[in-house]
């Protein structure tokens, strides 16, 4: 834990006229789980989209183990190793569930993860490989999503809002295998709505308000009233 | 036994319409790329065989080893240096530019060929038959429909059992996803359209041993290629022959009628497919 596997500086991000993100500072340390909370808008996804290549900034907004990755397309992102579990889980619809971990696993990254071993991670989606990803419950598309994002053996993985729209008692076995996953030496950041959630799983938590951080703590010790100030800015 | 014949026969030029149309389905399919010089394409390829045939001597089905692999090099280039930059939320930009090539190919084999209609001579293989039961059969037909039918097996082999397919069938859902897990969309749809000009080879070379050609047949071959992937139904490899046979069987039926209603006929069971079953009569089935 010394040097940031990511490291965030001066990032801004737009949509057309309309900016999203304000001169963003952040880090992420190797091995560490982040928790990037919010309301809804703050900018959150937009960060993700950032980083992940799939908006164009400055090089240097974004370092990746040192390396300017801010410039880079999508598809160079992925390949250095980093991998995204998007909001709303945007499986393939026509690839099968078995396709959609293959197609994860496309660019032969080396590491843990493979068809088997996500199969061990969530047995459920062995016994439905060969049907159509659409045909899934919201829990079992989000397993897919994220073994999607496993199969490339990421060193960071981006979960967006993992836990929307789903089930409690899905939330919760979603959530008992993110210990597993991080357990692997990969850094994590986690976009979450629900802070309890968010805090619990994370070793350090960032808020941000209107496309700016309100907040940076350790997840352990963090005030409630600092968060709901950080939250809406309000005091 | 005439009208049986008419039906056998409309159904090998089916095979021929299939392969004019599966190039523009597989783009279509893929990118969301209308190509409007998708005929003058296959125009272009029978022009390219034509002087590989005068160049070498070589039977012109032979002449596929060379005009193949040619197109297919046009077809990433032209996707990479100039098509890619026109695709977009708007559908505009893809049709403006291919209409501008469309243009610009036709005036291009104007200037190198002349407006002489000309012919690719396949030897024996023009006028062979053989009889099948009280009908007979000419070779060339048949071997064109084998074509058809071997090429539309394989590019659905290709989508649903290899990586590439995957891929293809991937950036086609959702391209922002499918850069995420490490493809280039550019490349791919360069792929896409190497394998689209492949097949646009293939039909052009075919197009010219059968009839005479000029610079300025392309925009019939389009209309063709478009009815048979618009009957058949968007996104559906097998539907598109199956639009082919159809076509091919009413302009074979009209023209039985009257030689004069051959391609109207065709148009007419177009637009009853189009009024009756908008989506086409075999649409992709997706989620
Ligand atoms: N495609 C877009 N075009 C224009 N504005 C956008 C677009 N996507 C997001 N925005 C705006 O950018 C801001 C940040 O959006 P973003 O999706 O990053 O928020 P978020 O924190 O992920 O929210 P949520 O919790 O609802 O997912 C919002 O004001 C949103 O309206
Ligand atoms: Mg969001």
Redesign the pocket.
Known sequence: MTDPILQIAGLNAY??D?Q?LYSLEMHLMQGEVLAII??????????MRAISGLMANGADQVRYRGQPIGALRADQVAMLGIAVVP?GRQLFPSLSVEENLLIGGRMGRKGPWSLNSVFDLFPILKECRAVPSTSLSGGQQQMVAIGRALMSNPDLILFD?ISLGLAPVIIKSIYDALPVIVSEGMSAMI?E?DISKALSVSDRAYC?QE?RVSLESTSADVSRAAISQAYFGIA | MDWVNAIVQGTLLGGLYALFAAGLSLIFGVMRLVNIAHGDLIVLAAYLGLTVVMATGLHPLLALVFVVPTMATIGYILQRGILNFTLGDDLLPPLLVTFGLSVIIQNGLLEMYSADPQKMNAGALETASFAMGSLSLGVLPVLTFAIAVVVIAGLQWMFYHTAIGRAFRAVSDNQDIAQLMGLNKRHIFGLAMALALGVTAIAGILLGIRTSFDPSVGGGRLIFGFEAVIIGGLGNLWGTLAGGVILGVAQTIGAKIDPGWQILAGHIAFLIVLAVRPQGLFPRVSG
Request: net charge neutral; hydrophobic share 35%; no cysteine.
């Open positions: 949509y057309k309309f999203a919010g309301a809804n808008g703050a900018g959150k996804t937009t960060l909001e809002e976009v709505q941000l496309g």
